[in-house]
Every structure is written in C-alpha cells, then in structure tokens.
C-alpha cells in the first residue's frame, strides 16, 4: 500500500517554456502532499506543501509565481514550472503521507527536468 | 533553524561486516525519525522510522534513538553490495502536524565485495 505515483519520470524542455509534472496518491487519500526538489550530490529541498483545496505553503526562497502548485483532489497534486531556465533542471520529488501523526513520507519515482 | 547533519562519507564496509551511520539533529522538540535508501537517480525508499528512545530492529536492519544526545543511528548487519546506496536521515518535528520531512545530506555507503 501507500503507493505515490508521479509523471512524467523525464522531461527536457526549452527554455522558456512550462511543464507539468502530476503525482497522484494511487491507493489513499492525501489531503497534503509535500514537493521537494534534490540538485546533484545535495539533499531533498522541501520546496512547498500542497494543500488539497486550498492554497500551497511555499518554503523560504521559493517563488510561488514560479512553481505553481494546485491541490484539486484527495489524490491529485500538480507542480507547474513557468518559464523553466536551465538553472531549474533538477530532480523533482513529490511525497505524500498515508496517515497523520508520526506517518512517514510515501515518494514518488521523481521527475528528471532538464531544461536546454 | 532545522537542521540534520550527516557525514557524506563515502563510509565503504566490506561484504559481510556492519555498516554504522550516524545522524545527529538541532531541533530538541523532534518527535519522529526515519531512514531512507537512495539509489542514485532514483526516489528515496523508506527502510525504518523510529519514535521513541532505544534500538529497534526490523531484519538486517536496526535503528537506535537518543533523543537526549539528539542522535539517530542505522546499523545494517551482513552488509550486502545491493545495500550500497545512499541513507537520508529525516526528522519531523511535530507530531500531529502536516509539516513536511527535514533531510540530511546522506551517506554514501559503498559494501566491497
């Protein structure tokens, strides 16, 4: 159980251009999801909190115009990169939890972006 | 500030021995404690959580917890080359809130065969 899907796995894209990337929550229901982001050799960088029905909680230096996040089911959370530059080509993670409390962090298998 | 401190390593332990990895976290108020396993390129897979003070063991595989010392350690025994891998020390900070993992940099533990 506790499966945490995201899509796509790898992307290359343009600069200046947007991309989608979609993680869904395959066998429970996540009113949060967590988006980290990890550059080579660094660790996770948790870059925002989705909140199913409501606004996402953006952590500190990361532009909420950028990455926009949208939380608009139980199962479903999307992360827009706008107007990608090749600064943002990273490994983007999405985590979710299957319970409350001291639950852990379920990950999706990532999403490889390289932005050219 | 939250912070999780790691030695990168490489840590490289011979095929059969212990492999020892240490953590150490800022935040006395830290309730819950996990270990993650990062293949390179790959998404981290959880291997333990731990919440209260002592050793707890599941296979291969032992998590200890000081929170006085505010250290977490993972020991792995009759180490294997496919436990070769990255381990993620994360802590959370409050238990019943929806706050996501801190993370530590990880250790790079390589098993020779």
């Known amino acids: 159980g506790a499966v945490v899907s995201q899509h796509p796995s790898r992307v290359i894209c343009k600069s200046g251009t947007s991309v989608k990337i979609e993680c869904r929550s395959l066998d429970f229901q996540a009113t949060t999801m967590f988006w980290y982001r990890q550059f080579p050799k660094q660790s996770l960088m948790l870059m925002a909190t989705?909140?199913?029905?409501?606004?996402?909680?953006?952590e500190q230096g990361v532009e909420k115009d950028k990455f926009l996040i949208n939380h608009a089911s139980l199962t479903l959370s999307t992360l827009t990169v706008t107007s990608a530059h090749p600064e943002d080509s990273s490994f983007y993670i999405c985590s979710a939890s299957s319970g409350g409390g001291n639950s852990p962090l379920h990950f999706g298998n990532g999403t490889r972006l390289t932005v050219t | 500030q939250k912070e999780v401190e790691q030695n990168s390593g490489p840590l490289s332990v011979p095929e059969g021995a212990i492999a020892s990895l240490n953590c150490t976290y800022s935040?006395?108020?830290?309730?819950?404690f996990f270990w993650y396993r990062q293949y390179s390129g790959k998404s981290p897979e959880l291997i333990m959580s731990?919440?209260?003070?002592g050793d707890k063991e599941d296979g291969r595989f032992t998590a200890q917890l000081n929170k006085a010392s505010q250290y977490v350690s993972l020991l792995i025994r009759d180490s294997q080359p496919s436990d070769s891998a990255t381990y993620l020390c994360a802590v959370k900070i409050e238990a019943g809130g929806a706050d996501g993992l801190t993370f530590g940099k990880g250790t790079h533990l390589i098993i020779q065969p």
């Open positions: 989705s909140n199913e029905g409501s606004k996402a909680t953006y």
């Open positions: 731990i919440y209260s003070n």
């Open positions: 935040d006395r108020v830290s309730q819950s």
